[in-house]
Structure formats: structure tokens, C-alpha cells
């Protein structure tokens, strides 16, 4: 029998990717766009200067090679130490990296308890005492790293000027939150379950679906399992997802040049697109499809903007 | 610390929100680091304030006037069909071109101000807050959040932010959205990739599309003159054949040369387009073009057809409508003339629009190759078509990248190549390839010229490129010694002409400017004259 506890872990969870992935299929459903890549794009064999194909001739007789291994470098770089801020915003990506590479460590030792979970079920105890050592290594190191950077963060987004002024209240409030659930986490971590073994036991119960038994949890380690729930139920609503923006501005705008030739299917994707009918109220657009608009332009224009 | 300006004053009630001061703006170097070496800022005029947006800065980008509302009744209408204009924006049939950049980059801005410290206009503005990268796009975001989304009409500001809707935040945000250049050195640097440069680009179009106004350079007399008359300089193609008849005598005059442009011939490799304010500006840029093109023997055309002859594209700036006509209209030329190959001359906007951009608004068979012209230019020097003697270049030259041609489309080395072979002096700017600064003159700024608006250029978009001019020739300065800025790019010529200008660059350190092909036609072994003249 389930609790109404395991239940809602389920139910969070399920709501975390459920959201995320329509929030995947939201941008990946959207019409191409036209070109707007920026250099230099990683996965160009002439990288390194930031050179494009256009450096070349003929460009549509070219044999298009992709540096892919380099794309996943400067993916990698980009992902797990924050590049960009490192080399550009120095005094924030102090706090900015650990609290993201302890997420990372937290998401880890998440993946670990479901990992041991299942060694357990399916009887390989072998590899169970690795699993418990990397859980500890994971989620003491992920948990102390994220409050830290998240604590930092906290204090530059109120104490410094630039970050306070362009933040709104829920900016603020997506950080307090984090911080609530992360401190929570350590609290329950060094006075009740300092080698996670209330974790286990309830990582267990959830892969099994109640057949083994649900740990008793002290109040502490209740409080924060709720927050955790509440928290991933709200980050994919919120901007905390920034996660999948990152993916789609790098590899759909600022790394994408697909040519367009002709009979391809960025062709063809285009040709959908200019049937698009525009409403623009501008005078010197009539309200035709893109197509029509290009091949025959009305030319009006105001003299005098009037309200 | 508290800044004179916040997000919300963007909407306050106020003659002007920001006023400019020369001993606040980025200092220069030497011989400009004492005061008195640069003219004053001036005072908008009081009849523009009528007329015209003077309200953010007291300058003026958009010189369409712009009445405002008498009653709360306008007003209303106003941000109606603002908010039109918006939702537009974010439809999709609408604005395919850019609705999934725009929405990424209205989603996703950690506002961790990492990309501040890249943008040329707010460092040498000495970082006045409207010019940072992040105040427009959080301006417009709040909107968005506030107005058109569920979570900003159930929670108002704990979610949008402080913002209010009136005459004062549409009209400053129209012109703010001309004081930004496009460059997009701000995106290069942010951790998620939201780009601030397409936020003031989407802004323009959202004014341009929905309501008709833009600044006349770029609209009456660029987009619109282009398609009705074949040019945005007013070039006719009756003016145009003049043109060619008498830069062929001028090659004459100044090379001994007899050559005999082609011009609408058909089954050519390359369709030549050139920006058409060569011809009026630097007729010896596209006069250099055909001497090496001919003494190459390349297989090439001109086109005198409308818009043929033009390879401008303002579109690219402020409306995808106007983008996609021209783009049209260009590729009809070349398929006409049956060519193999479009290729752009020295125009960096023009290699971006129609390369890059308009790749997208093309189909069937008005789908033709498009290319830049460096690498033909390096394919001639590599292959030693020209005999080329590089101490006919021995003076210092410094190269601008612009930005259309390189950090937007990649095309770094070629020009590079060329400079290497045939200038012993040249040096790098820093910094420089993708990483470069605007000229200033970007987006449309170099040939926006009415009224203070060209003072606010030269103050503050150049200012930035002006110090790595003077950077790159510092160990020459002194003005006996003639140096060259080669700037591959029309736009990026005439902003560095008004810069060179208004800080008398050109007396007080002997800085001059050009094209490349100059420095390749200078040169040439078989002409004896300089073709390059610097005195």
C-alpha cells in the first residue's frame, strides 16, 4: 500500500517531466527561423579563428564537415563549468558554478539511490557498496556546494545593485525557495542521516512500489521530501529551466547553419513557412502571405505617427 | 549603490531621462586624452522636442515625428496597438523568422549581467544604465510578462517586475531600440545565449511592421526608395551606367587601362553587387574590383537593373518584410542574368543579408548560391593572378572586421590572407576576428544623419573603435606618418569617415581609410601611380 508520501513523489516527478518535456516539444515544434548563427560555431572545422564555410567558394558544392567532437567540447565546457561566466563575470561564477555543479552532484546522487535501488531488487548486492560510497561522496559534496552557491547567490541578487534591479520578486523567491529545500537537506542529512540510509530505504520503497516498506521519517527529513516535491513541480513553470533554453539557443540559433538548398529540407520547411498570411497593420503591408508580400511589395508609408 | 536611472523610469514622466556628458564618456587615448581634443556635446533643439522623440536622450534616431497623445484616450489606443504589435511578434505566422530566437531569449535571461562589459555602446557611454545591454530587453520582457502573459495578469509585478504601459515607455523604447547596433558581442558571451542584440532588433520590427515608423534612412528612403527607384542612394539605372562609363575613364586616367566593365551580361560565373554608395562615395572600390576581376580574368557581371545594382539591404535592420523584397528582387537579377553565383562586394550588412538571413526566405527557383567576395579576392592573390608588390603598401595598416561579415557569418581569414601578402606594416586591432568592435556605424546608425543623431554616433557608438584605432597606431601616431584603416565594408567606411572626421583624426594623427581592393590595386606592379591617395 502506498503512502499518500510516495504518492506525491511519484506525482512530483512525473509532473517534472512531463512539463520539461512539453516545454521540449514547445520549441522544437516551432517553424525555422530564419539564419542568425553566431561565430565562432563550434562544430566548423575552421573553428579555431571562428571561420565559416562562406570562407570558401562555391559554397554549395562544398563537402560540409562538422567538427562534432568540438561541438561537444565546448557543450561540455559550457555545461559543466559555465564558461561563459568564467571567463566574463568571474565574481559571480564563484557562487554561480558550485551551486550548479552541487545541482549536478544532488541530480547524481538522485540517479545513485534509484541505481542502488534497483541492484538491490534485482539481487546484484555486489555492486552495492560502490553505490553507497559514490550516494555519500555525491550527495555530501552535491548538498554542501549547493548551499554554499546558493546562499552566494542569494546575497549577490539583494546586495548588489545590477542583479537586484533587473530581478522581480519571484527571482528572489525561486532562490529563498531552493535555499529552504537545500538547507532542509543538510539539516536532515548531518543530524538524521548522515549515510543516507533513511534515503535508500525510501528510494526503495519508491522502486518497488510499496512492497518494501517506507522508512519512518523524522520530522525534518518529512519537511524537506515535501519542499523537494513542491520544488520539482515548480521548476519546469519557472525559469530555473533555463536548461532548455540553453539547448535550443545554442544548437537551433547561435550554432545552426544549415545551407538552404534547393529540394533539401530546410527548402521545404521554408516554403511552408512563406505561405504563413501576415496581419501586420503597417501601410506598406497588405495582409497577403509572406510569399506574395515579397514578390509584390505595397510601399505605403506614414508621414506622421498619430495615436 | 543607487544608479540615476531604474528599469520603471523608463515610463516616468520627464523631458528627457538621460542627458550625456563628455567627462562621463570613455576616455580616449593619447593625443585625445587632454580635454579640449574633442568637440562639445550639444543641446537637443527645442522644436525637435516637439516633434520628435527627444525624451530618452535628447537624440534623436527616429526622425518620422511622432505626436503625442492629447488624451487618455490616445494614449490607450497607443499601447493597444503596442500590445498588437507585440502579440504579433509572438505568433507565429506572424514572425516564423524569429519567433524561437525572440521567445528563448524573452524566457530565458538569467539577468546575471555577464554580457554588459562586451557592449562597445555602454562602455564608452561610461556605462550609462539605458545603454546596458540587459535594459532594453528587461524593459520589453516586463511588458511581455506583465501584459501578455497569465502568471504577470495573476501576479502582476512579483513575476514581471516594475514596469508601466504609458506614451513615455513606448516612445523611449522606440528610440532605445536605435541605440543598440546589432552587433551582438553580447551574446557571444552569455552563459544561456540570449541574444539583447535580436531583442532591439524584434523591437524595431514590432514598430516597423505593426505601426510603419523607422527611421527614414533606413524605410522612405532605404527599404522603400531601393524597391521603387533601384536604390536607397536614388541611383537610377539610367544613373548607374553613367557611373560605370566614367569609372571606366577614370581607370584610364589613373592606371592606363582600357577596361570595359560588363555590365547585364548573361551566363556570367559571378553577378557582381556592390553596395551602391560606392559608386557615390568611393567610386575607386568597385574601380579596383573591376581591374582585378579583369586582369584575374574572372567570369563576371554588373547588373543594371533595379535593385541589381544595390546590394544593400536594409531590411536586415528593422523589418523581415522589406528584408524578404529585396532579397527577392536580388536573387530575380541574378537568375535572369542566369549566373552561377551571387557574389557581394565590399558590404558587410548585404554579405549577411543576403548570404545568411535571407538563406530562409528563399525557394524553388529563386534559390541560387550566394557568396562572399574574399575568398575570390584571396583565390586571386593565393593563385598569384596579379603581380602584386606588397612595398607599394609599405605604410602602417590596421584592419576592421565588421561584424556582418564576420562575427555573423564567419568570413575571417580570406581578407586577413591578403593583408599578410601584400601590407609589410599591417597589425591587428584588439581585439579583432569575431571578437571584434562595432565601427558604431552598424544597424543603420552610419547612414542615420538627421539631425543631432550623427553627434550621439560619433560620441559614443565609434567611440570604442576609434580607441582601438588609435591602439593599433600608437607606435605611429604622429601625423607625418600616413596610416590606413582598412574596412572591407561600406557602412563601416562611412562611420569611420564621420569618425576620422569629427575628431580630425585624419590632421591631428594622419589616419586615413579605404577598402581592401585599394591596397590590392595599389599594389599592382603594372601601375605606376598610387592608387591609394593619402596627403
Known sequence: MLSPLQISSYLAFAIFVIVVLWKFVKYATMPIHLRWELYPVPHEPEHEHGGSFFEHQNIWQLERKHDKLNELKEMLEEMLFIKRMFQNKRDLWYVSWPFHAGVYLILIWLALLFIRAVLVVAGIQGLVPIADVLIKIAGAIGVIAATLGCLGLLIKRVGNWELREYSAGVEIFNLLFALAVLLTGLFAWIKFDPNFDIAKEYMLSLVTFGSKPMPSLPNPILIHLILLELLFIYIPFTKIAHYVGKYYTFHAV????????????????VKRCLQFRTSWSAPHIAGRTWAEEAKNPKLDVIERWKP | MTKEVRIKDIGKPSKQLIKLRLEDLMKLPPPYDKPGEEPEMTEPKEEWRERYITELDGYIAIDVPFEKPKTKEEEQRLIQRFLEGLKKLLDKENNWTFLQPLLLSLEFCAKCQTCNDACPIYLASGKKEIYRPTYRSEVLRRIWKRYLTPAGKVFGKFVSGDIELNWYTIARLAELAYRCTLCRRCTQVCPIGVDNGL??????????QEMGVAPKALHELGTVQHLKVGSSTALTPEGFKDIIEFIEDDIKERTGKNIKIPVDEKGADILLIHNAGEYLSWPENPAAFAIIFEEAGISWTLSSELVGYDAVNYGVWYDDVQLARIAMKHVEVARKLDVNRIVVGECGHAHKALCVVADRVLADEYNI???????????IVRKKKLNLDPEKNNFP??????????????????????????????????????????????????IMTSMNFPEWRNKVATRMKFKQILNAFKDCIDPSIKKYVCAPCSNCKGAIRDMLDHYQAT??????????????VNAMVDIEEPFIEMF
Open chain 1, 254 to 269: 547561435l550554432w545552426e547553419d544549415a545551407i538552404n538548398k534547393p529540394g533539401s529540407e530546410v527548402e521545404k520547411k
Open chain 2, 199 to 208: 531583442i532591439a532588433h524584434e523591437i524595431r520590427k514590432l514598430f516597423s
Open chain 2, 369 to 379: 548560391p550566394r557568396e562572399s567576395c574574399m575568398p575570390v579576392l584571396w583565390d
Open chain 2, 397 to 446: 595598416v590596421t584592419l576592421h572586421d565588421p561584424c556582418n561579415m564576420v562575427r555573423l557569418m564567419g568570413v575571417v581569414e580570406p581578407q586577413r590572407k591578403i593583408l599578410r601578402e601584400i601590407c609589410p606594416q599591417f597589425r591587428e586591432m584588439e581585439p579583432h576576428g569575431v571578437y571584434n568592435y562595432c565601427c558604431g556605424g552598424g544597424s543603420g546608425f552610419a
Open chain 2, 507 to 520: 590632421m591631428k594623427c594622419g589616419i586615413y581609410y579605404g577598402g581592401l581592393v585599394e591596397l590590392m
